[in-house]
């Protein structure tokens, strides 16, 4: 099936812990984003790769980092993990025809 | 920052009703989109709207767009409990989009 595939569905951390989330896209897009939603607000900018090879900070990039490993991968690593960084990451991608953001299924992760 | 702001923060309807959700922005757009997100998901695209373009149909959505007032409205008609979600407009230029925090639809039986 085509679309963003996010690993893993879930994750438990504990604080200071690092991991990476991983996000692939089948659809030969050339953007990729990751966000992170958190309850009762909208979904944040974290990181951006607007083509293979470049990478941008988004709205909240502090305590992540971001790989574009080839047009298909686009990775999210938190090298210590911390509480505040509890939340709903979601991978998604664009082509360049403007038909708007295709969303994965979102990675819920716990800093406990 | 290119997000619409939407209006109502809630909404619920009975099915069968239309539901008409708001959103209104302040920079000069591209385009407009409206995304759905169901509970525990990702978000789907529903329909993008041009900036020259003034109203657009897809199925049982419509969307008006109002630059002079720089607001957008989608409506949904003939709501069905399906149509439960959060919902969400964005305007992006250089495709950065970003997301407010989108309008909660409660479609009851």
């Known amino acids: 099936n085509a679309g963003v595939t996010q690993t893993p569905k879930f994750q438990v951390l504990k604080t200071g812990q690092s991991m990476t989330l991983q996000c692939a896209q089948d659809?030969?897009?050339?953007?990729m984003y990751w966000y992170r939603q958190d309850p009762g607000m909208g979904l944040r900018l974290i990181y951006y790769?607007?083509?293979?090879?470049?990478?941008d900070k988004g709205e909240v990039p502090n305590g992540y980092n971001v790989s574009r490993l080839n047009k298909r991968e686009f990775s999210l690593r938190l090298e210590s993990a911390a509480p505040s960084q509890t939340s709903v990451y979601f991978c998604?991608?664009?082509?360049?025809?403007?038909?708007?953001?295709?969303f994965g299924s979102g990675t819920r992760l716990t800093v406990v | 920052s290119q997000q619409g702001e939407e209006d109502p923060q809630a909404l619920s309807i009975q099915e069968g009703e239309n539901a008409t959700m708001n959103c209104s922005y302040k920079t000069s757009i591209n385009n407009l989109q409206w995304y759905r997100q169901n509970s525990g998901r990702g978000l789907v695209h529903l329909i993008l709207i041009r900036s020259n373009e003034r109203e657009k149909h897809s199925g049982r959505l419509r969307v008006t767009l109002d630059t002079s007032k720089k607001s957008s409205s989608l409506l949904i008609t003939a709501s069905r409990a399906a149509d439960t979600a959060s919902y969400f407009c964005?305007?992006?230029?250089?495709?950065?989009?970003?997301f407010g925090k989108g309008i909660t639809l409660s479609v009851r039986p």
């Open positions: 790769s607007a083509s293979e090879g470049t990478t």
């Open positions: 659809m030969n897009h050339n953007s």
């Open positions: 964005t305007t992006g230029a250089n495709s950065k989009l970003t």
């Open positions: 998604a991608s664009e082509g360049r025809n403007l038909y708007g953001y295709t």
